[in-house]
């Protein structure tokens, strides 16, 4: 593969002790970070790439894989590592003031303004410059399926959540992981299989970055007009409205991914002792979890009993690859009415391998009921029937394509509701504790017995 443009890759020596300190307070702030609530106590580098010089007369932009150091990590387990995109100015333009990481203090850089390379139109058209003509960059290899346009304007979208996300003109809109372990990362591998198989519910990729070990970024077709599934409920909601039609809708386009999926990728039937192996491992992530949030703590004995049934429901050992985190904000409602279903990355928090493991499909089933959920418990007053007729017309939904209705499963389906309250309560204490309340509200429900 082509080295496509001059790159230096920086000894990370040198440049390390000049962003550390720029690097320490901004971090924890960002939503993606995932290690908020621990103390940061150092950093390394894996990689970093000039992608344009630091010391040329124009803006530079640096690529950096960047392992964060904090306590309480598992021994043997590496340090968390991040991807930035930084870039490097003399002055710094009025409208890039926002995204100020700060200056460097010392050495021949001194002087210069850091700043999120992502937010600046020209940084982020070189990136896109780099996926249209594929080659390397340093340890960066860039691909794409197809010829792509040029002259597209780049805007950072502001839903920033795990990760970041950049649209092209409108017509392209590129992902940039910032958690990045090694390994292919689901949201290349499964749009990719599903496209192989002939299903149009997922926008394909068409273009992707990586390192020798780890997918950076995918880019694939902006879904421009179209509105998330989380906006289009709580519109719903404010205005009176219920959302059976479009639950059911989504519980077709679930259906419909799940049998590509099934097509395209390894199907298993587990033997009794592996689906014990889920039940436990959904054991031990209630207890992390009680340990991370004690609020948990009088609900485990319920929880527990929930979680039990992983191991012996009967469907328990159907296992495929799943999407591993839908929620309604995981859907897009195109102009003609059309679900797509977007960010196959899976639950952020888990390990890549754990993500990519085939489980039972009612995983995924049991994360939109929780989103009805969450989208009811949100407005006031708490509207539990709109819930109740969301979740059955998904269901309904749902078997109607596949064939087989989640709800004729309920042990496995209230374990699998569990186990993603479980998750979300971490995620919200993490992440928004205000709203730890909504799961916990679930928690309450789902700990009581059946
Ligand atoms: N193909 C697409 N077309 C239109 N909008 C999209 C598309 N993919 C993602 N989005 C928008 O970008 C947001 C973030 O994307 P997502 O893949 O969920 O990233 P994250 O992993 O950061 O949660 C989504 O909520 C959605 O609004
Ligand atoms: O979309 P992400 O991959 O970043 O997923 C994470 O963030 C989600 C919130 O943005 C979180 O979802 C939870 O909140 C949603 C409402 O904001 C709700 O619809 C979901 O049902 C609920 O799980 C998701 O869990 C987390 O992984």
Redesign the pocket.
Known sequence: MPETAATTTRAPDALLPLLAPLLHPWLPRQRWFAGKGRRVTGFSLDAATELLPLDGPGPGLLHLLLRVEQPGRPAGEPADCYQLLLGVRDRLPPRLAPALIGRIRQGPLAGRAVYEGLRDPRLAGLLYERLRTPGRAGPLRFHATRALPGGLAPRVLDAE??NSSLVFGDAYILKIFRRVSPGANPDLELPLALGRAGCDRVPGPVAWFETADATLGVLQPYLHGSRDG?RLALDALAAGRGFTAEARGLGRATAEVHLALARALPTLRLPRAETEDLAAAMDRRLHAAAQAVPALLPYVPGLRTALAAAGGAEGAGAVQRVHG?L????TLRGSDGAWAVI?F?G??AKPLDERRRPQPALRDVA?ML??FD??ARTHRPWNAQWAARCRAAYCAGYAEVSGADPRADPALLRAYETDKAV??VV?EARHRPDWLPVPMSAIQRLAAPA
């Open positions: 959540q795990s989380w985190d929620h309604l904000g995981q960010d990355e639950e952020p994360g929780r989103s969450y989208a998750y979300e995620y």
